[in-house]
């Protein structure tokens, strides 16, 4: 047998065509038909996207606690279409870049079926743009941004909180008539303060009010005496605050010290369960909005609240919060909707979400709660809070907000968001089915 | 006059977190000065520091039985004082352990001592996370220093001038003990050359631990008299080790005086900024830092190199 000699040229020539035509093999198909052999037989794999560190860690870790209780009631009652499902959880460090860099990895290297979880609108939107490329469906748990569902939002993407434009409509008006009509802003450094902002500034003006100082605070900012002498230089009637996650936790501590918290008056468009628990009563004030409470008065809260307890004994936050609600009713309703469309088939299960209708009981909420499919946002009840009582609080700690009032989801829509919002068409969404 | 009655009391904040910043990055400035060490752990150290003097004042009465009931019915000012000398203390041995621990790296690649102090600040983040949880704590202050008094029809936190007032008051005791006893001039002879401290007898590896577990007292201090204003939780540190890194690069690497005038000048470029141009206000100091060391790469008071002609 004559020996084969190949040069280096004709190697490397050699390797080069196979590598492109194994790539336009796995390019080609794969990017609009993906479907694993032996699915049935495969557990369904969930990517968890959310903070563990950074601005938004105590916020990723308790809805990243909510999604994992959802997932652990389907699993014990056999899983979703026989198959179980099981979890990967990467920080994505509150950091939009580590964000793409994480849902790349989940989708090719893990290949998870969903990807869930975010309170950062930036890491959302990062997130989201990766899904999108791969039709990989993604739920933004708890980030709040009015372009998450605006001009961001991406026909993979479902956004489960309420946004700035939600909770603004259910306090601008009420605080104008209530208070005053000079306003102050201080935004958060970010896409979610910003657009918040924005929208409370529309609202303010379109209500008659007047915004006479907007400031806008950094990212990572822990003192704030500056801006609250400012403040008291300006003498508003009302502060509306758009700054979220450790900065809230400082600024709040700090109003708390100076006793400026009765006046001016303090609306926190979103208050943020994990970003308030443990404060002293001093530290809460104002008026906030919120999408749930433990201690709401309706049926399934106790036993929503007792489930969480008995999942997490020791944890030191020892009741469930917004955050924790936005991620359980994510995750359930997601694996809901695949059962609804007897597969894993992308497309079959963006629709099912887009067509969600959850009745108020099944929520835990006053109203009942819908998708609006032209945004891929979760329409619900938008409620208002104080610090509750000092008698009350006293009796339990953990007891720090009274809610006041609670607005239906039609009342409190963002009317802007349909027409920013430019779903891509099915078409254009690769498909996948796992 | 309008425009100076509208910046005075900005100018007098921005002084007090001048005195903030200063008193975080004391400790770090002593040990980068004595044991050339970028000890990175610093700001876990504050953190921790704070913790255990969270736990000073307000010890769960239960788990001392009678003795903890009697203690916690002590008046608060009494358990913050004490407080204030305990946490420090503990801290310090905290320290000192570190340093018998880093010894190792001594006479290596600076890296290593680096990548050490890096993976303590993680190991005690993450003790912090198990032993207290990462929720957010609250640090009692007794009611005197505590609340807001009325100036020129402006509101201050009381709390805030005492933080600055001790900050300050730290800043000279440090400065007497460095000028004005021989164990100051130890250390700092430590700072000037090593070598000739040895040779002159004195033990150079006890002086390191006492430097390293007094660096550490001083985050520790640094730690408490900050939490009350920027809230207690696990990763807190982080926020302190940054400006102490850039404070002592800009007031000159081993300079007393140095990192204290570097501090009053952030101090004063993050509060001056926060009110005319808010969005800058974190990024001043680096640009500060920047145009500092663009004209004078030792920083305001750092010794000249042999290097530079």
Request: one cysteine or more.
């Amino acid at each position: 047998m004559a020996a084969r000699h190949m040069s280096r040229r004709s190697f490397l020539q050699k390797v080069g065509l196979g590598a492109a035509g194994a790539g336009v093999a796995f390019y080609g198909p794969w990017k609009h038909n993906h479907v694993y052999a032996a699915k049935a037989d495969k557990p369904l794999l969930i990517g968890l996207t959310t903070d563990a560190s950074g601005q938004y860690g105590n916020s990723g870790e308790m809805e990243r606690r909510g999604m994992l209780m959802a997932i652990a009631e389907f699993n014990k009652k056999g899983g979703v279409l026989g198959r179980q499902i099981e979890t990967i959880h990467i920080d994505t460090e509150t950091t939009p870049a580590t964000g793409t860099r994480v849902a790349e990895r989940m989708i090719t290297r893990h290949e998870a079926a969903f990807l869930m979880g975010a309170v950062s609108s930036g890491v959302a939107n990062a997130i989201s743009l990766v899904a999108q490329r791969y039709g990989v469906i993604y739920l933004n748990s708890n980030s709040s941004s009015p372009t998450e569902s605006g001009k961001d939002c991406h026909r993979v993407k479902f956004v489960w909180d309420g946004n700035g434009t939600n909770f603004g409509k259910a306090t601008v008006l009420n605080a104008i008539n209530a208070v005053g009509k000079n306003w102050v802003l201080f935004t958060n450094d970010y896409v979610w303060g910003h657009e918040t902002s924005k929208s409370v500034r529309a609202l303010v003006t379109q209500y008659g009010g007047k915004i006479v100082e907007e400031m806008v605070i950094p990212v990572g900012t822990r003192d704030f005496s500056s801006y609250l002498l400012k403040l008291q230089q300006i003498k508003p009637d009302v502060v509306n605050t758009a700054v979220g996650g450790d900065d809230i936790k400082a600024l709040r501590a700090q109003v708390g010290q100076l006793g400026m918290g009765n006046k001016p008056a303090w609306v926190q468009n979103q208050q943020d369960w994990p970003d308030v628990y443990g404060l002293p009563l001093s530290g809460v004030f104002g008026i906030f909005g919120t999408t749930w409470y433990y201690k709401l008065d309706l049926p399934g809260v106790k036993e929503f609240v007792a489930q969480y307890q008995k999942m997490y004994p020791g944890v030191s936050i020892k009741v469930p919060g917004n955050v924790y609600y936005n991620g359980y009713m994510a995750a359930r309703e997601l694996l809901r909707a695949v059962e609804r469309a007897g597969s894993t088939n992308n497309i079959k299960v963006i629709k099912e979400l887009e067509n969600l209708k959850v009745p108020a009981k099944d929520r835990m909420q006053h109203f009942d709660a819908y998708m609006n499919p032209a945004t891929h946002q979760m329409q619900q009840t938008i409620y208002l809070a104080t610090a509750n009582d000092e008698a009350a609080w006293k009796k339990d700690n953990d007891d720090l907000f009274k809610v006041l009032a609670w607005s239906k989801p039609q009342d409190a829509e963002d009317t802007d968001a349909p027409k920013a919002c430019k779903l891509e068409p099915y078409e254009a969404t690769p498909s996948y089915e796992m | 006059m309008e425009f100076v009655l509208h910046l005075a009391p900005h100018l007098l904040n921005g002084l007090s977190l001048g005195f903030l910043f200063a008193l975080i990055a004391l400790g770090f400035m002593l040990i980068i000065g004595v044991m050339e060490l970028i000890n990175l752990a610093h700001g876990s150290l504050f953190a921790l520091g704070a913790y255990v003097a969270m736990v000073v004042i307000a010890p769960g009465a239960s788990w001392w039985g009678p003795l903890g009931k009697w203690y916690v019915a002590q008046p608060l000012t009494l358990r913050y004082v004490l407080a204030l000398v305990v946490a420090p203390v503990i801290l310090a041995f905290v320290g000192m352990l570190l340093e018998i621990c880093l010894r190792r790296t001594y006479g290596k690649d600076p890296l290593y001592g680096l990548l050490f102090t890096f993976g303590a600040a993680m190991v005690i983040e993450e003790l912090i996370r198990i032993v207290w949880g990462s929720a957010e704590k609250f640090l009692q202050v007794p009611q005197a220093i505590n609340g807001a008094f009325l100036v020129g029809g402006l509101i201050y936190s009381k709390y805030r001038f005492f933080a600055a007032a001790s900050a300050l008051l730290l800043i000279l005791l440090v400065w007497l003990f460095l000028e004005r006893t021989p164990y100051g001039a130890m250390i700092k002879a430590g700072a000037h050359d090593s070598e000739m401290v040895r040779a002159l007898g004195i033990n150079l590896k006890r002086l390191r631990l006492c430097v390293f577990g007094f660096g550490t007292a001083l985050a520790a201090m640094a730690g408490i008299i900050i939490a009350p204003i920027w809230g207690l939780r696990p990763h807190v540190g982080v926020d302190a080790v940054i400006p102490a890194f850039l404070i002592i690069v800009l007031g000159g690497v081993g300079s007393f005086w140095g990192a204290v005038l570097a501090g009053v000048l952030v101090g004063l470029a993050v509060a001056l900024t926060a009110v005319y141009v808010s969005e800058w206000s974190l990024l001043s100091m680096y640009l500060l830092l920047i145009a500092v060391v663009t004209f004078r790469a030792r920083g305001l008071f750092g010794k000249k190199s042999i290097l530079e002609v």
